[in-house]
T-cell receptor, first 115, second 110 residues
Framework: SQTIHQWPATLVQPVGSPLSLECTVEGTSNPNLYWYRQAAGRGLQLLFYSVGIGQISSEVPQNLSASRPQDRQFILSSKKLLLSDSGFYLC??????????????FGPGTRLTVL | RKEVEQDPGPFNVPEGATVAFNCTYSNSASQSFFWYRQDCRKEPKLLMSVYSSGNEDGRFTAQLNRASQYISLLIRDSKLSDSATYLCVVNSNSGYALNFGKGTSLLVTP
C-alpha cells in the first residue's frame, strides 16, 4: 500500500530564516506530487505540483520554491521566511495521469510558525 | 465568485440525527468532485468521490447536481466520531489542481 511521509511535524522558525520541508511517498511509482498550504481560517491553497522529476509548476507566486530531485521525493524551500508563511503545509500525491481528476492523498502535514 | 463555496457552520446536531451539507462550485466544466474529512489539526482524508448518479457509502450519501452546480453530503444516524470539518473539493481548469472549499464544521453531541 502507498504511504506518504512528511517531516518535521512542527517547526518554529524566525523571520528571515531558510526553510526546507520534505515529503516522500512509498509504494507507488511516478506519482503526481503537490504542496498545499492551509492558513488559519482559510481553505487549502495549492502552491506547487509536479508530474515528474525536475518538473515543477507554481500556482501562486511567492517566496517559496519546490524541487523534485527523485521520483518520490518532493521538497518545499524558502531562502527567507516571512510572517505570512506560517501555516499548515500539506504534501499530497495522486496516481500518474491527469492529476486533478484523480483522488489526492495527503501526508500528515508540517505545522510551521514563523515568529 | 469563489471556486467552491460552503456554509462554514458550525452544525451542532445530536447523536442519531441526519444532517446535510451543500456546496456550490463555479466552474461548469469541472469533472471530478469529492468530499474530504478533516479532523482538528490533521490532514484531509478522502471521505468519498461524488459521481453523477450519486453514491452511497454506509451512512453517507453524496449527490451531484450539474445543472445547479452544487454537491451535497448527507449523513444519517450521526455518530460522535463524525465530528469534523467536511471539505467540498472540485477539480480546476488546469486539470491538476483541486479546489477546496473552506469546509463545513460538524459537531455531534451526546
Amino acid at each position: 500500500s502507498q504511504t506518504i511521509h512528511q517531516w518535521p511535524a512542527t517547526l518554529v522558525q524566525p523571520v528571515g530564516s531558510p526553510l526546507s520541508l520534505e515529503c516522500t511517498v512509498e509504494g507507488t511509482s511516478n506519482p503526481n506530487l503537490y504542496w498545499y498550504r492551509q492558513a488559519a481560517g482559510r481553505g487549502l491553497q495549492l502552491l506547487f505540483y509536479s508530474v515528474g522529476i525536475g518538473q515543477i509548476s507554481s500556482e501562486v507566486p511567492q517566496n517559496l520554491s519546490a524541487s523534485r530531485p527523485q521520483d518520490r521525493q518532493f521538497i518545499l524551500s524558502s531562502k527567507k521566511l516571512l510572517l505570512s508563511d506560517s501555516g499548515f503545509y500539506l504534501c499530497a500525491w495522486s496516481p500518474l495521469g491527469v492529476g486533478g481528476s484523480d483522488t489526492q492523498y495527503f501526508g500528515p502535514g508540517t505545522r510551521l510558525t514563523v515568529l | 465568485r469563489k471556486e467552491v463555496e460552503q456554509d462554514p457552520g458550525p452544525f451542532n446536531v445530536p447523536e442519531g440525527a441526519t444532517v446535510a451539507f451543500n456546496c456550490t462550485y463555479s466552474n461548469s466544466a469541472s469533472q471530478s468532485f469529492f468530499w474530504y474529512r478533516q479532523d482538528c489539526r490533521k490532514e484531509p482524508k478522502l471521505l468519498m468521490s461524488v459521481y453523477s448518479s450519486g453514491n452511497e457509502d454506509g451512512r453517507f450519501t453524496a449527490q451531484l447536481n450539474r445543472a445547479s452546480q452544487y454537491i451535497s453530503l448527507l449523513i444519517r444516524d450521526s455518530k460522535l466520531s463524525d465530528s469534523a470539518t467536511y471539505l467540498c473539493v472540485v477539480n480546476s481548469n488546469s486539470g491538476y489542481a483541486l479546489n477546496f472549499g473552506k469546509g463545513t464544521s460538524l459537531l455531534v453531541t451526546p
